[in-house]
């Protein structure tokens, strides 16, 4: 690469990164912008934890049109605020456009009504003209001068016809103002002439504007109605599935007591089995792995994302506050699930829970734990299987009450659940 060639290249590179960095700026807002709409979407499907995904569909449904209505609400009032500025700004253009054509007119009048002052001037010179040297003085001296173009024009033309002694200083100087009073209006005219035209653009351009604004305004009123009928047929739409809602909501009631029956007969066998002896694991004997280093390990690889906490929270469908009984993790459709904990695996189907795992656990430094998963999409064990932590158990789904596939981790200790995120080394 020459010498001559590298401070072009610096330039160009100069003048490139602006532009770059401004683009990766947007596509970066873009990005943040999509992902909290992600972000947003899962939290509001995970906070439906409890109905079914078509129930849960119509409440999203319901949600999104609201939010939509709301942007488009903010955008016709923007819209609209713009349109009053672009009105007055093509008033006023409309206005000084006016008043520039109104002063060109009137100094057009002037100069036409000056010009044919000066035709008949010109006739009335000629007339001087022959008359003089023919000898008539009955044309006056003034009427000679308005013909001159300039006095030095008019003193030698008086001189060439022998008739400069004749004419006074006064009517020369007259004269001289009259064709200054003319060169004046025709600079005036000019000026007028150019200002109506730069006028004329800007009152077209103001026009073309406040049109654009007018549309888009419309567009916008348009789309806040259309928006509107949306969210009235979305609202209707829910309405009309409450009583599914409160038939839904009564089955997950029903399945939650007959879950904490099974758990409660489980425990019971467990601290029979304690009390004859068979003291469990301690929890010095699990050595950490993939699925987390405590006691009792992840449902699934990887980092978890808590999509929807344990505890009590208000159905957004409802109002009606609810215990959430496990803890949720974003997960993909057919994630692999694993057992958090060697023990004896059952299947634990129901309405609420879709398919679902209960592993035993027994007891694990003095206390008897049960962990169930539901939702699973399938299972990959045989009911009453013996698993060793880590076997894959199941696959994450979406079946029984819940809005999209995802995994529903609950834990219960000595037949209590409890938060799966406070237990050591989760």
Request: glycine share 10%; net charge negative.
């Given at each position: 690469m020459s010498r001559r060639s590298l401070p072009i290249l610096l330039a160009a590179a100069l003048c490139l990164t602006p532009l770059s960095s401004a683009l990766?700026?947007?596509?970066?807002?873009?990005?943040?912008?999509?992902?909290?709409?992600q972000r947003k979407q899962a939290e509001l499907a995970s906070s439906l934890e409890g109905v079914?995904?078509?129930?849960?569909?119509?409440?999203?449904?319901?949600?999104?049109?609201?939010?939509?209505?709301?942007?488009?609400?903010?955008?016709?009032?923007?819209?609209?605020?713009?349109?009053?500025?672009?009105?007055?700004?093509?008033?006023?253009?409309?206005d000084r456009l006016t008043i520039a054509e109104d002063s060109l007119a009137q100094i057009t009048a002037e100069a036409s009504a000056s010009q044919s002052a000066a035709d008949e001037t010109s006739g009335a010179v000629a007339q001087l003209v022959v008359s003089a040297h023919q000898g008539d003085t009955s044309v006056t001296s003034l009427t000679y001068v308005l013909e001159s173009g300039s006095a030095e024009e008019l003193s030698s033309r008086a001189e060439t016809m022998q008739i400069a002694s004749g004419v006074q200083e006064s009517v020369l100087s007259a004269a001289e103002a009259k064709r200054a009073q003319d060169a004046n209006r025709k600079a005036r005219q000019d000026a007028a002439t150019r200002r109506v035209a730069v006028l004329k653009a800007d009152a077209d351009a103001a026009a073309t504007a406040a049109q654009t604004a007018r549309d888009d305004?419309?567009?916008?009123?348009?789309?806040?109605?259309?928006?509107?009928?949306?969210?009235?047929?979305?609202?209707?739409?829910?309405?009309?599935?409450?009583?599914?809602?409160?038939?839904?909501?009564?089955?997950a009631a029903k399945d939650a007591d007959a879950a904490a029956a099974k758990i409660a007969e489980i425990d019971a066998k467990n601290r029979a089995a304690y009390a004859a002896g068979q003291t469990g694991v301690s929890s010095d004997s699990i050595a950490?792995?993939?699925?987390?280093?405590?006691?009792?390990?992840?449902?699934?690889?990887?980092?978890?994302?808590v999509t929807s906490p344990f505890g009590f929270r208000i159905h957004p469908v409802t109002g009606v506050g609810v215990g959430h009984q496990g803890t949720?993790?974003?997960?993909?459709?057919?994630?692999?699930?694993?057992?958090?904990?060697?023990?004896?695996?059952?299947?634990?189907?129901?309405?609420?829970?879709?398919?679902?795992?209960?592993?035993?656990?027994?007891?694990?430094?003095?206390?008897?734990?049960?962990?169930?998963?539901?939702?699973?999409?399938?299972r990959a064990i045989a009911d009453g299987q013996y698993v060793?932590?880590?076997?894959?158990?199941?696959?994450?789904?979406?079946?029984?009450?819940?809005?999209?596939?995802?995994?529903?981790?609950?834990?219960?200790?000595?037949?209590?659940?409890?938060?799966?995120?406070?237990?050591?080394?989760?």
């Open positions: 990766a700026d947007d596509r970066s807002d873009a990005v943040d912008e999509r992902n909290e709409a079914s995904a078509d129930l849960g569909q119509a409440y999203i449904d319901l949600q999104n049109v609201q939010t939509s209505l709301t942007t488009a609400e903010t955008e016709l009032k923007t819209a609209e605020t713009t349109l009053k500025e672009k009105e007055r700004e093509r008033k006023t253009a409309a305004a419309k567009t916008k009123r348009d789309t806040v109605s259309t928006l509107a009928a949306q969210k009235a047929k979305a609202a209707s739409d829910l309405e009309a599935r409450k009583t599914d809602l409160e038939a839904q909501q009564a089955q950490a792995d993939s699925l987390g280093a405590g006691y009792i390990g992840h449902p699934i690889s990887g980092p978890l994302t949720d993790f974003a997960a993909a459709e057919g994630t692999p699930q694993y057992a958090s904990v060697s023990g004896t695996a059952t299947y634990w189907d129901s309405p609420s829970c879709g398919i679902g795992i209960d592993i035993n656990a027994g007891y694990i430094d003095g206390n008897s734990y049960v962990i169930t998963l539901c939702h699973l999409s399938g060793n932590r880590g076997d894959v158990v199941g696959y994450t789904g979406s079946t029984g009450y819940a809005t999209g596939p995802h995994v529903h981790f609950q834990v219960a200790r000595d037949g209590a659940y409890i938060d799966p995120m406070t237990l050591p080394g989760f």
